[in-house]
């Protein structure tokens, strides 16, 4: 079983609308992979429907080799769009039960990163500020031993200074078997971390290539060829 | 997991109902001190001491209703907003079967009614400045054996946590069915509250109509039922709250197993 994820025909409608499209997709250990696409072009959809939060409307999704259930859960660790964390909690409090539920979680890579960060975990969640909840959550998701990671946005609402510190630790924390799914449409702050990138449009996906096949083939960076598929 | 689960659902209430419960006795015991029905009663003409103890009544019994209705909002809101809302994107990517979610949920929720109901009790209890308490309550279950029999005291309970059991899992299941639409969730799950309802009725009518002849003969006849008659006809009827509260667990279960969709 060498794919981490695989996915076949796989549509999810709301109502009338269409997020994703009949993807089938085929995702190797071992990379790093952008999931670049505007807004509303079902990257999130994608992320939710492999963390069990979407049921598909048809199709099928395998993450190493099982349906998504309490078995796939070990092994991914997923980071939302949005703030999913208890507003009254401390910062330690919140490490604690990442703690308890997840086996592959590493307190003391969370502690050591909240203290870079100059974050103190004593604070409670509510008196900081959207930047700063937005690094907790990644820290704790980056602080588990998991075998694939999907970050939904991970880069967006913080400063392009602590854009760099996050993508350091993002690859500064993960082990050469597993796999990392990022989903943004800022491009150019990550095309250099990037080993694959898929490009997603209205629930499609319309290109499935590594990063150096790109740059062969067309000649263009992949902040240039993206503008100019998803021209307006 | 359901261990932990339990954990940090209590620790996520016990925030809310210890003050709540703390407030409640304390105010029972303000007014216990102040004595505010006796100063009504003693006082001649309207002043402000009468004021004063009309206010200090209608706080404690706004308490009492309070904590009713406080226990109901938290119960729906934890479910709502920990599972369904924003919190839900980390609850149900734990690994976790969905079942562990509605069972710690349900229990604590099951908990804190109970407690509910026996802090304001105790808060009574304060309040009335009973001498020989254990007397008084000694004399208040003989009187309530003599009026339904020594086996009430457990068949009414039982009759009671049932029902109690089978109306919170109804909520859980109302607001489940409420998110399988895709759009006005809440007032889907309020229309669903009331469709389970009526459905339920008519369940529990049938089965007074079909079995009501054979488990209170009294009715037919128009004479008073025999102690063993009551504590039989509340035990039957603990058997389709049981199915109901079964029925509404198992709604809510394939909800959110099968078609969850937090969007």
Same mark, same amino acid.
């Given at each position: ?41 079902? /990257? ?5 429907? #492999? ?26 660790s ?12 401390r910062v330690s409090d919140i490490v604690g039960f990442f703690r308890d539920f997840y086996d592959d979680f590493n307190v003391e890579k969370a502690y050591d990163m909240l203290n870079r960060l100059d974050i103190n975990p004593r ?7 959207? +930047?700063?909840?937005?690094k907790v959550?990644l820290i704790l998701v980056m602080s588990r031993e998991a ?21 350091d630790t993002?690859?500064g924390n993960y082990n ?32 499935? /290539? ?8 067309? +000649? ?11 021209? #307006? | ?47 402000? %001491? ?26 729906? %809101? ?22 562990? !979610? ?40 003989? %009187? ?34 409420? !998110? ?12 669903? &509250? ?5 459905? &339920? %009725?008519?369940?529990?009518?049938? &089965? ?56």
């Amino acid at each position: 079983m060498n794919n981490i994820l695989e996915c076949k025909n796989l549509t999810k409608a709301f109502g009338n609308k269409v997020a994703l499209n009949d993807v089938t997709l085929s995702i190797p250990r071992g990379r790093i992979i952008g999931l670049l696409g505007p807004n509303a072009s079902g /990257k999130s959809t994608f992320i939710k429907l #492999c963390n069990d939060l979407l049921t598909p409307t048809r199709g099928e999704i395998l993450i190493d080799g099982k349906r998504p259930g309490v078995e796939t859960k070990k092994i991914v660790s997923y980071l939302p769009e949005r703030n999913y964390l208890n507003e009254w909690m401390r910062v330690s409090d919140i490490v604690g039960f990442f703690r308890d539920f997840y086996d592959d979680f590493n307190v003391e890579k969370a502690y050591d990163m909240l203290n870079r960060l100059d974050i103190n975990p004593r604070d409670k969640l509510k008196t900081m500020s959207k +930047g700063t909840k937005e690094k907790v959550q990644l820290i704790l998701v980056m602080s588990r031993e998991a075998q694939l990671y999907m970050l939904d946005e991970p880069i967006g609402g913080v400063d392009p200074a602590a854009r760099d510190y996050i993508l350091d630790t993002i690859l500064g924390n993960y082990n050469e078997n597993a796999t990392i799914i990022l989903s943004t449409h800022i491009i150019s702050d990550i095309e250099k971390i990037l080993d694959e990138v898929i490009f997603i449009k209205e629930g499609r996906i319309v290109l499935n /290539k590594t990063v150096d096949e790109i740059r062969e083939e067309t +000649g263009k960076s992949v902040d240039s060829l993206f503008r100019e598929v998803f021209r #307006c | 997991m359901l261990a932990k689960l339990m954990k940090y659902e209590i620790k996520a209430t016990a925030r809310l109902f210890v003050p709540l419960y703390l407030t409640l006795l304390f105010f029972a015991l303000f007014n216990r001190i102040l004595n505010p029905f006796e100063m009504l009663d003693s006082a001649e003409s309207f002043n402000l %001491q009468v004021l004063f103890s009309l206010l200090s009544i209608t706080a404690y019994f706004m308490l009492i209703i309070g904590t009713m209705v406080m226990t109901l909002v938290i119960m729906i %809101q934890r479910f709502y907003k920990n599972l369904l809302g924003d919190e839900g994107y980390l609850m149900f990517t734990l690994p976790v079967e969905p079942w562990k !979610h509605i069972i710690s949920k349900f229990l604590v929720a099951m908990f804190w009614t109970v407690l509910s109901f026996a802090t304001a009790m105790c808060s009574v209890l304060i309040l009335l400045k009973v001498d020989n308490l254990f007397g008084e309550l000694r004399r208040l279950i003989e %009187q309530f054996t003599e009026l339904f029999g020594r086996y009430a005291l457990f068949t009414m309970p039982l009759y009671a946590l049932i029902y109690l059991a089978s109306g919170i899992l109804m909520i859980y299941a109302a607001i489940s069915l409420g !998110h399988v639409f895709s759009r006005h969730k809440l007032l889907a799950s309020f229309g669903m &509250y009331f469709a389970l309802y009526s459905a &339920y %009725q008519i369940v529990m009518t049938l &089965y007074l109509l079909i079995f009501g002849r054979m488990i209170f003969p009294s009715i037919m006849t128009g004479s008073a039922p025999a102690f063993s008659e009551i504590s039989k006809f509340l035990l039957s009827l603990c058997i389709p709250g049981i199915l109901i509260m079964l029925s509404n667990y198992m709604i809510t279960n394939i909800v959110l197993k099968k078609n969850l969709n937090l969007e």
